[in-house]
């Protein structure tokens, strides 16, 4: 019952519950949307002989460029939420 009255009031606002491993992260539609295009540009940098850090910056300055609008903090959550999924699939493989 909570979780619903929590959705609805959330959902109002322009965010959306996912589930993050076994718990759930309320997310903005727009970092949704960010993080899809994330995890791609993630993945072509994960074939790099580059440091993480290196490849996770790179990912972020490729977002900055295709979309000056959005906030930094937005890409920078939608790089880790994107770096977070990318190698937690790459392990249950």
Known sequence: MIFRLID???RRHGYRRVQASAQFDWVPT????L???ALLLVEIEDA?????EYKRHQ???QLIKTHP???KRDIGWAVER????????????
Do not use: C, D
């Open 30 to 33: 727009p970092i949704l949307a």
């Open 48 to 52: 790099k002989p580059q440091g993480g």
């Open 82 to 93: 994107a770096v977070r999924r990318f190698h937690g699939e790459r392990r249950n493989t």
């Open 8 to 10: 609805w009031y959330l």
């Open 35 to 37: 993080t899809e295009e």
């Open 59 to 61: 990912v972020y300055a």
């Open 69 to 71: 609008e959005s906030r």
